[in-house]
């Protein structure tokens, strides 16, 4: 543990350490996580299990939130047994740095984006043309022959309520 304001520890549980965590490193975790049980059916992985790979270890150690941390995508409060679903680092930095230009969308930005979203290829396949990475393009101007997208937690489709990904086809408004 490297942060010694941001985490304290409190004694033992049942053979575990007990370490409960300050703001910093409740966020530190937060910052991974991309959805929750209550907005994705995708979220199996304990928040706790989040936190542990944040601070580098959690065998024999249960962890305590001193505050909830919040689900980026539905604003859900998490705790240390929900479960969520986080980025993927080794994925997401796949991309050929040499001849791609890698944008990380925050959440901002992503919210303007999704209201330009009427409807999705899930709801409206006939009409979903465009891709949802010509919207992020438009709003970042970025070029987009060179550049690859990567989102803090999907959008959602207003129509449906479907997950929107960098790819995913939608219909403007």
């Known amino acids: 543990m490297s942060e010694p304001e941001a985490v304290m520890k409190h004694g033992t549980l049942r053979g575990l350490e007990l370490v409960a965590l300050g703001q910093a490193s409740i966020l530190k975790a937060q910052n991974r996580v991309t959805a929750c049980a209550a907005c994705s059916n995708s979220a199996s992985q304990p928040f706790e299990d989040v936190i542990g790979e944040v601070l580098g270890s959690s065998d024999g150690i249960a962890f305590m939130l ?95 309520r479907h997950e929107v990904m960098e790819k995913t086809l939608i219909v403007p408004r």
């Open 66 to 160: 001193t505050a909830p941390a919040e689900c980026p995508r539905c604003n859900s409060p998490l705790f240390e047994a929900t479960s969520v679903s986080t980025m993927d680092l080794n994925k997401t930095l796949q991309v050929s740095i040499e001849e791609t230009d890698v944008v990380f969308v925050n959440r901002e930005t992503l919210a303007e984006a999704e209201d330009f979203i009427a409807a999705c290829e899930h709801c409206q396949p006939a009409r979903a043309e465009i891709g949802f990475e010509q919207v992020l393009d438009s709003l970042t101007g970025c070029d987009p022959t060179v550049t690859e997208y990567v989102i803090c937690h999907a959008a959602q489709c207003p129509n449906c």
